[in-house]
């Protein structure tokens, strides 16, 4: 197995799992979990998309992505909340017009 597909496997099938409890669960916290998740994860794989001519030629760059996605998901870190709230959010609050506007034309 390759190192880009072991982080992708990192990177959907556990997430996909627990988002999938997360759904037939009672409680909402778990689901706005997960679906914080996969707007970080979507984000950063449309900037990874981009970078990863740079990024591939980085010693160690599957390491630390494979790091950075356990990171993200750990219920007990909640890295991609952490980043959804300090960067994301408040990007998207600042923009939210400008994307309406492009998804409405």
Do not use: H, M
Request: charged share 15%; proline share 5%; hydrophobic share 50%.
């Amino acid at each position: 197995i390759g190192p880009g597909l072991l982080c992708n496997l990192v990177g959907f099938v556990y997430p996909a799992y627990a988002s999938f409890k997360a759904i037939e669960s009672e409680g909402k916290e778990d689901d706005t979990q997960w679906l914080t998740y996969w707007v970080v994860y979507a984000i950063f794989n449309i900037v990874e998309t981009f970078a990863d001519v740079i990024l591939f030629w980085f010693p160690f760059y599957y390491s630390l992505k494979f790091g950075f996605l356990i990171w993200l998901f750990l219920p007990s870190i909640r890295g991609a909340q952490y980043l959804y709230n300090t960067i994301i959010l408040p990007f998207f609050t600042v923009q939210e017009k400008r994307f309406n506007d492009a998804v409405q034309d």
